[in-house]
């Protein structure tokens, strides 16, 4: 079965500081990561995508396949930066392709 | 281009009512998804639909819950009776069938079963 965990339900860390949100997964075959990000009163959206394996916002994440990983982290945390932050995961099972979403993690950064 | 619309954007019933709601999705997009987000955890899956076709159910309570998308372009998701545990949000997503695997989410329904 295919399953994410965020162990942090909220992070919180000043400006300034690097931040590293944890994302674990389990899958048995090659999943397709995401971390989906949801600003206060806005949509869910897309933050980035291992497969394109680019910096958003600052923002990186690497896949690590013997760990089952996919931790989101930033060098230096903005204000701005205060969002959910949701780890996904797609992969085929008997239905197709879809999603799984983890709970979410809070980050807070403080001024 | 327009997002993903959705509505209303709040709703309260009590529990053993009915309620509907509705998904517009992006122009052209042949994935359309439904999720209940209940407070404090992830959107889980509840049903998903490759143009008017259903791909994935596995996961819709069927005894309360249908959901149809009958022209492949916008559905509307029903609760027939609520209990107080649907109380959440409901979140509509679509994709474009090939190319980038991204969802576009709509803004959701807030629902509060009483």
């Known amino acids: 079965a295919q399953r994410v965990t965020q162990p942090e339900k909220l992070l919180s860390v000043f400006k300034g500081a690097p931040v590293e949100l944890k994302c674990n997964y389990s899958?048995?075959?090659?999943?397709?990561l995401f971390w989906y990000v949801q600003y206060s009163r806005q949509r869910l959206q897309l933050l980035l995508r291992h497969i394109s394996r680019e910096s958003i916002k600052g923002f990186t994440a690497d896949l690590n396949k013997g760990e089952t990983s996919f931790h989101l982290k930033k060098p230096f945390a903005q204000e701005e930066d205060s969002a959910m932050y949701y780890c996904a995961l797609s992969g085929r099972d008997n239905y197709g392709q879809n999603f799984v979403f983890g709970p979410g993690t809070r980050l807070s950064v403080l001024p | 281009e327009a997002g993903v619309a959705q509505s209303p954007r709040y709703k309260i019933i009590e529990k053993r009512q009915s309620v509907a709601f509705w998904c517009n999705p992006i122009s052209g997009h042949a994935t359309l998804y439904w999720y209940q987000q209940i407070l404090g955890q992830g959107p889980k899956l509840l049903i998903q639909f490759q143009n008017n076709g259903v791909v994935d159910d596995s996961q819709l309570p069927k005894d309360r819950f249908s959901a149809e998308r009958l022209k492949g372009v916008d559905s509307t998701l029903k609760i027939q009776p609520a209990k107080l545990e649907d109380s959440a949000v409901y979140l509509c997503a679509s994709r474009k069938l090939a190319g980038v695997n991204e969802q576009f989410f709509g803004p959701g329904t807030r629902l509060t079963v009483l």
């Open positions: 899958y048995s075959g090659s999943p397709e």
